[in-house]
């Protein structure tokens, strides 16, 4: 079996091995960058993507013996879903994978702006936020921010209008969402149909929110109008705008940089342990397709063998801390301010943007968050709250 992967993708030279060493032919080959080239996709039988591969109608064509098609991501709109099912080749996502690094990123956006102002940033003081999107993703960013402790909403029409059953409750009030002093964006890119996202925050909706609201796109970038944001920012607007997703990825609006209180390169759900699941996923899904029995170790054995994964320190706490105390925790392990520094030092260029990618840094999960043992831990909510926070 010929399998080409994205070279970006961690341990996927390993994973493939433990294929070959259990018996099965597995001829292994990588590409970099946002395509394969015609060569590789002449001969590939299985191929193995991130989110910045378009895989449509001209890729296909190169690519007569493809079988199986898996991306390591949750969104799928970079691939032309009708195209491949009319070839009859196999396509996987991984819907979750990243979830909780994405969740992550909202909280440390918010860590910042609490170690930034002093306290919990809240302009009404009502301490609300809205999820627009109640996916993977959004319920680990509605889960860390129940931990900073904000009054967390849900809002998702379609799921409200199934009447079906749902890990969190739902709602389809859109005042709820522009009145919030949090809004964190997780939904599909979805172009059409009953309940379009392209563009879902316009300039009108842009326009109607209180100064000092936190918006933060970690979902896709049309689904946020950059000509939106240029007009609060013409305006004067007060918004605390995070971006980590673009309109015209790879290129980025330079010109809004200055507005942005956060700006990074689409690395929301760039965790070690998020993009290494990814892999380890789409290798399962693949194997079971072929109906190949690979003994593929776990995610935590694979992440323990990393040298290079990042050591959170234990904390030691005598007490409960406060917000700026618990935002410090959390910056501890992921800071996004490094991201949008090295974001705004470098060259506003498609290849600077896909070199950030490439050559992430390591990063760790709230989950490796270590508190020496203290009595407060067992009182009042925190329990709730430190699960909430470490995504568990």
């Known amino acids: 079996m010929r399998i080409l992967a994205d070279a970006s993708m961690p341990l996927v030279e390993k994973l493939a091995s433990l294929c070959q060493a259990a018996g099965y032919a597995v001829e292994f080959d990588t590409f970099q960058g946002r395509q394969p080239n015609a060569a590789q996709l002449a001969v590939a039988e299985v191929l193995l993507i991130r989110s910045i591969t378009r895989v449509d109608q001209t890729l296909l064509d190169q690519a007569p013996q493809l079988r199986w098609l898996g991306t390591a991501t949750i969104g799928t709109e ?21 979830a909780q690094a994405v969740g992550d990123y909202v909280a440390s956006a918010i860590a910042a702006l609490t170690e930034h102002l002093g306290h919990l940033p809240s302009r009404s003081g009502r301490k609300m936020a809205a999820i627009v999107g109640a996916g993977h993703t959004g319920r680990a960013a509605g889960s860390r921010l129940r931990a900073f402790g904000y009054h967390v909403s849900y809002y998702d029409p379609p799921i409200a209008a199934a009447f079906t059953e749902h890990p969190v409750p739902v709602h389809a009030d859109w005042q709820r969402v522009v009145d919030a002093d949090v809004i964190s964006i997780h939904v599909p890119l979805i172009a059409d149909g009953l309940y379009p996202t392209v563009g879902l925050f316009d300039e009108t909706t842009l326009l ?35 971006l980590d997703v673009w309109e015209h990825e790879p290129i980025i609006a330079a010109d809004l940089l200055p507005y942005l209180t956060f700006a990074t390169p689409h690395i929301a759900g760039h965790s070690v342990a998020g993009k290494v699941g990814g892999t380890l996923q789409l290798f399962q899904l693949f194997t079971q397709w072929a109906g190949w029995t690979v003994a593929f170790p776990d995610l935590a054995q694979l992440l323990g063998a990393m040298a290079d994964l990042p050591k959170p320190p234990v904390i030691h706490a005598e007490r409960a801390p406060s917000a700026v105390e618990l935002a410090s925790w959390v910056l501890s392990i992921y800071d996004i301010r490094a991201d949008d520094e090295r974001l705004r030092q470098a060259p506003a260029t498609a290849s600077e943007f896909d070199a950030l990618r490439r050559h992430y840094p390591a990063r760790a999960e709230l989950s ?10 067992l009182e009042g909510n925190w329990p709730q709250r430190l699960r909430l926070l470490k995504g568990s």
């Open 208 to 242: 109607s929110l209180a100064d000092d609201t936190i918006l933060i796109n970690a979902s896709r970038g049309p689904v946020v109008s950059e000509a939106g944001l240029r007009a609060a920012k013409a305006r004067e607007q007060q918004l605390r705008v995070i």
């Open 368 to 377: 490796t968050l270590q508190l020496q043992p203290a009595a407060w831990q």
């Open 78 to 98: 970079h691939v032309d879903t009708d195209a491949v099912q009319a070839r009859g080749i196999c396509f996987h996502s991984t819907p979750g994978v990243n």
